[in-house]
């Protein structure tokens, strides 16, 4: 039989010696939170990339879609307007338009991420639908309308990636088309003003 004794120091060790065992030792313990760092780390670094992932497809998709009306509308113009300078401005449209979606292809692609389709929003293709719709006499001036308000949007869009996008391909392409889109937005401002 157990003297009180006994089973005081019996019961004393016990109370010491589960706490410690259901902790593992020190290098168990130093390995199961080096793992729990490594997850979480590899988790944010997962969830950073995703993130930037998507941002560089939405202004992709939003930077094609733009393009895209810029080159069908202007290819609408060449055919319909009277005005040798609205025409040429229609045609450098068409050319820088279609250069810049290959690049922005390339840039996505570089990115590692698929290229958008090509296509238009309901916005653009409403926008698209009235210029086709216009009578010959309010054509060039829908037209001017369509583009002063379509750079506007696009070059926010390119300044906010330029500025805040994820750094590589896609940002690079964004700063380096800036200067061209704002150029066409000048040139447009000075149809305007003439028509």
């Known amino acids: 039989m157990f003297s009180k004794k006994a089973f005081a120091a019996a019961t004393l060790a016990g109370v010491l010696v589960l706490p410690l065992a259901a902790c593992g030792s020190p290098q168990e ?3 199961e939170e080096r793992a729990e760092n490594a997850s979480e780390s590899s988790s944010s670094v997962f969830d950073s990339a995703s993130s930037s992932a998507s941002e560089n497809i939405d202004f992709a998709g939003r930077a094609t879609v733009a393009g895209v009306f810029e080159i069908e509308s202007s290819k609408l113009a060449i055919e319909r307007t009277k005005k040798a300078d609205l025409k040429a401005f229609a045609q450098k449209m068409v050319t820088d338009h279609t250069k810049a979606a290959t690049e922005l292809k390339a840039a996505i692609t570089a990115a590692g991420l698929t290229p958008p389709a090509e296509g238009l929003d309901s916005e653009h293709q409403d926008m698209l639908n009235d210029l086709k719709n216009a ?3 309010d054509f060039d001036a829908k037209y001017i309308d369509a583009q002063q ?6 070059i926010d869009l390119f300044e906010k990636e330029a500025k805040d996008g994820q750094a590589g391909p896609v940002k690079d392409f964004a700063a380096k088309t800036l200067p061209t889109l704002k150029m066409h937005k000048a040139d447009i401002e000075k149809l305007d003003e003439k028509y």
């Open 135 to 137: 009578s010959a006499e």
């Open 29 to 31: 313990n130093a390995a």
């Open 149 to 154: 308000k379509a750079h506007d949007k696009t």
